[in-house]
């Protein structure tokens, strides 16, 4: 950007990176990236080749951060003009606020903004295949943000975003793999720390037969095990008699979790899920989540199944399940 004297005091470049990302909350490298990839912002370069960032830039990038906390994209939103990033940080304020009246569960709940950044940091490593980089950024954001704000704000954002990337054509099954190989590995070992060793609750968790995605059953028993739950998790790919089975072994389970990622065959697994609650005792809940309930809603329902949209039904699950009259 050219200086003159008619230009707007809000558009002179005068902010070094370091003061940007001070005021920002974002990282130099982030910002860089941003910069780089998605021409998010425009700043000045000196004969140094040093940035210099104007006050309309650090609003604007004020704005980037806070719309893509709420779970947008970078790639999606840095074309937007400025006006229309700023409606969209008030719609997502005001939604967020709403959220909160509606699920009193959420209400002093802590806010993390730095999330949207562990979220591009991780995808950033991921595309370059940097195992211990993102090993790195994940553990530092379970210990600092807290097992269930991980799962809902890091987690869960990464794997829909490289498993769109990868459907897209835009990531190789490599990179996939990577990145759910380590949020994978932090969940169990963040569940199996949590879960209680005894009580009267328990929750058993697992994927039926057909489905070999365990992630998903993954981070629902994380999220069990962080309501104090204690977790039975049996992984990926088990039928029904055996879950209901190891259901009648384990002690005082009351609630049957099943996550389903992608169906193939419709009527077959339907059918699976039919046994299982036909095998489970009335008193047990079984509940289904993930993206591979849709299109079968109705039919679980008809079971007598629950069907779960996100982690936040999973919750209610558990907390209806728990009191001492619940069926």
Do not use: C
Request: glycine fraction near 8%.
């Amino acid at each position: 950007m050219e200086t003159t004297a008619d230009t707007p005091e809000h558009a002179t470049p005068r902010h070094p990176i370091a003061v940007v990302s001070e005021r920002t909350g974002l990282s130099q490298d982030l910002l860089r990236v941003w910069e780089r990839r998605y021409q998010a912002v425009e700043p000045r370069r000196g004969p140094g080749g040093h940035r210099s960032y104007s006050d309309a830039d650090v609003a604007r990038l004020r704005l980037l951060h806070a719309v893509t906390d709420a779970g947008r994209s970078i790639s999606h939103v840095a074309g937007l003009s400025t006006e229309e990033l700023s409606r969209l940080a008030q719609e997502d304020a005001a939604a967020r606020r709403e959220q909160v009246g509606l699920d009193p569960s959420r209400a002093g709940r802590p806010y993390h903004p730095r999330a949207a950044e562990v979220v591009e940091q991780a995808l950033l490593a991921t595309v370059r295949l940097e195992a211990a980089e993102l090993e790195h950024a994940l553990r530092r954001a379970v210990a600092q943000f807290g097992v269930i704000a991980f799962i809902e704000e890091v987690a869960s954002p990464i794997l829909r975003r490289i498993g769109d990337d990868w459907h897209a054509g835009r990531a190789s099954i490599a990179h996939e793999h990577l990145a759910s190989s380590i949020v994978y590995d932090l969940i169990t070992e963040s569940m199996r720390s949590l879960t209680r060793r005894s009580g009267p609750d328990g929750v058993l968790v697992a994927t039926p037969a057909g489905e070999r995605h365990g992630i998903g059953a993954a981070l629902v028993g994380a999220a069990a095990a962080a309501e104090g739950w204690r977790v039975v998790y049996l992984g990926a790919d088990v039928p029904a008699k055996e879950i209901a089975t190891a259901a009648a072994i384990a002690s005082n389970v009351r609630v049957v979790a099943i996550s389903l990622t992608y169906v193939r065959d419709r009527t077959k697994m339907v059918g699976e899920l039919r046994e299982l609650r036909m095998l489970l005792p009335a008193s047990v809940v079984l509940v289904a989540g993930g993206a591979g309930t849709a299109g079968i809603e109705t039919d679980l329902s008809a079971l007598g199944i629950r069907v779960g949209t996100d982690l936040a039904d999973l919750r209610d699950t558990l907390r209806a399940a728990a009191q001492p009259n619940a069926a």
